[in-house]
Structure formats: structure tokens, C-alpha cells
């Protein structure tokens, strides 16, 4: 069963993924099912990093379920500023809260918060580390549109600094998936994380060009590359612009491929893409209230709190 809290999708087995996709299956189909049953429950929202998608659907799902949310606001409006740590804000805020959903830009700073809290805590992005709760709802997608099983994906971008790469790469390893991993040299999926795939026996292959693969895949996973996070500006200048897809690129896909992205994109997807088939990250950010409703229904308990 799904731990109090969501530090790491390496920590997600494959009954954890269905009982979450089934259930927000269950509850795109039918609002109703859950509606109002988190009544009077507040859901903390603590966000040390710029966030739209995360941060809008976080609250979008609780008030869908009946909740209520409070957010720490920008860190410069903040006690943050005064020098107070990450244990002590975290502390803190669980008081308020029966549930907290923390970004931060350390790795580790999830886990780290949760040895100083008892309500479920959710990790929504720990600097490069890990983005679990992105990957529930990119799996829920995945399933919609091609299926998790007898998978081949292609995950392009930034494989080094990309937290939602990482968290789908360790999910995938429940699934009969093959993953490529498209990538410049300088931007290779982290050691770590290559280690933890091999020993979980996942199916891996590196390329450094698109085409290699293309004509092979049920899914196109691309990513935006991580500015933020390149200790150089030219470092980042050195890639950035290099891996994008338009039609053109995807004149050679096959015709069912599925395009996704976390967004937000910069320029690795042409806007022309958006007008095709392949198109379905909007759908995909759009899974994120289902998604988390489904999550923060069963860490608060279900019908059982
Ligand atoms: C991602 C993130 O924050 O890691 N965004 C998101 O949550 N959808 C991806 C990104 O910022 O590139």
C-alpha cells in the first residue's frame, strides 16, 4: 500500500500505480464519488520553486474533494527570508494542515522534511531529485492513450537535471516497458539512476539522435531542458535548441505515437505538433486534478478517515 507520504517513485510498486490510476479513472467518470468528502480538511501548500501546473491542480483536486488549501506564498513573502530552515517551516506547517505538498530546489529536501512531520506529505519536485506525483499522472496518460504494457517509450531532453524523467524512468521499471533515452552526451540520465534501473532489470537503451528510435515507439516523452539547474549559462546555451521536434521530425513516427511533455515547453515542440493527433500534453496536464484527487483521497485516508 502507498506510504503515508510521496517522496520517491522508486518507492512505488505496481499495485500502488493501479490503485491510484484506477481510482482517478473512477473518479474522472464520476466527480461525484468523492465529492465533499474531505470536507473542513486543509491541504498545505509549500512551494520554494515557481510552479503552475503542480501547485493549481494541487488545489484544484482538494477543492474538488471539499478541502480547503493554504499556501506559504512566494519564499520572498515568507519567514523563509529571515533565515528559518526547512525543518522548522515544515514543522510549523503541519499544525495548520492535514496534509503538506513541498517544492524545493535541493534534492533530498522531501525526504528530509518528512522526518520532521506526521501528516502525508507530498514531494512535488526536490531540485533535480524526483516529481512522484507528475509521474502518477503521466503514467494515467500513458494507460489512456498506448497502454503499459508491451511498452516502448522514448524519453527525450534533459536526462540529467529532469526530476519528472527520473521519477517515470523508476516507475516504468513495474511495467513490461523498453525505454530509450534520447539525449546530448552532457545531459545522460544521472549514474544513480541508471544504477537503480539496471538492478531492477529495466529494459534501457541511450541514444543521442531521435531518429535511431522514432519509427519504433508508442510513446514520445519530451522535456524541457532544466536552465535553472546548469551550474554555467554556456553550459546550457551549448544545448539548448538541440533536441526539437516538429512535423517535420515527426513525419517518420508512426501514426498512433504519443507525444507527451510536463511543460512547461520552451521550444522543444514545435506549435505546429499541437494541431496533430500525437498532441496529448494538454490532456496530460489536464489529468493532473483527477490524478491527484485520486492520491490525496487515499493518503487522507479514503472513505475511512
Ligand atoms: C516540471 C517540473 O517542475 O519538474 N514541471 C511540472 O511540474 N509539470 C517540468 C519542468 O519544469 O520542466
Given amino acids: 500500500m502507498l506510504q ?63 478541502g480547503e488549501t493554504i499556501d506559504m506564498g512566494a519564499v520572498d513573502s515568507s519567514s523563509v527570508k529571515k533565515g528559518e530552515s526547512l525543518a522548522d517551516t515544515v514543522r510549523v506547517i503541519e499544525g495548520y494542515a492535514d496534509a503538506l ?22 514531494n512535488a519536485g526536490d531540485g533535480a531529485g524526483q516529481h512522484p506525483s507528475q509521474t502518477l499522472l503521466d503514467l494515467y496518460t500513458i494507460r489512456e492513450n498506448a497502454g503499459l504494457d508491451d511498452l516502448t517509450i522514448g524519453i527525450m531532453g534533459d536526462l540529467k ?8 524512468a523508476h516507475a516504468l521499471t513495474n511495467f ?5 533515452f534520447i539525449s546530448p552526451e552532457s545531459l545522460r540520465l544521472p549514474r544513480n539512476v541508471r544504477y537503480d534501473l539496471h538492478e531492477a532489470g529495466a529494459q534501457v537503451r541511450e541514444h543521442t539522435d531521435i531518429e535511431a528510435v ?22 546550457y546555451r551549448e544545448v539548448a535548441g538541440e533536441y526539437r521536434i516538429d512535423t517535420d521530425t515527426l513525419a517518420a ?39 491527484r ?13
Fill in 253 to 291: 513516427a508512426p501514426d498512433d505515437l504519443t507525444v507527451m511533455h510536463p511543460l512547461p515547453r520552451v521550444d522543444e515542440i514545435a506549435p505546429d505538433v499541437d494541431e496533430t493527433t500525437h498532441a496529448k500534453y494538454f490532456e496530460q496536464a489536464h489529468n493532473g486534478v483527477p490524478v
Fill in 101 to 122: 505538498v513541498l517544492r524545493h530546489p535541493s534534492e533530498g529536501s522531501a525526504k528530509l522534511a518528512t522526518e520532521f512531520v506526521d501528516v502525508p506529505l507530498v
Fill in 176 to 180: 513490461d516497458a523498453r525505454q530509450h
Fill in 293 to 305: 484527487m485520486a492520491l490525496l483521497d487515499i493518503l487522507l485516508g479514503g472513505d475511512d478517515r
Fill in 161 to 168: 537535471y529532469g526530476r519528472t524523467v527520473h521519477s517515470l
Fill in 4 to 66: 503515508d507520504h510521496l517522496i520517491s517513485a522508486a518507492h512505488l510498486s505496481r499495485d500502488d500505480i493501479e490503485a491510484v490510476l484506477d481510482h482517478a479513472a473512477a473518479v474522472d467518470a464520476d466527480p461525484d464519488l468523492v465529492r465533499g468528502r474531505h470536507d473542513g480538511r486543509v491541504l498545505a501548500l509549500c512551494f520554494f520553486e515557481p510552479s503552475t501546473r503542480t501547485k493549481m491542480s494541487f488545489e484544484s483536486a482538494m477543492k474538488r474533494l471539499g
Fill in 214 to 235: 522514432l519509427s519504433e515507439l508508442d510513446v514520445l516523452y519530451v522535456t524541457r531542458i532544466q536552465r535553472e539547474r546548469f551550474p554555467e549559462e554556456r553550459e
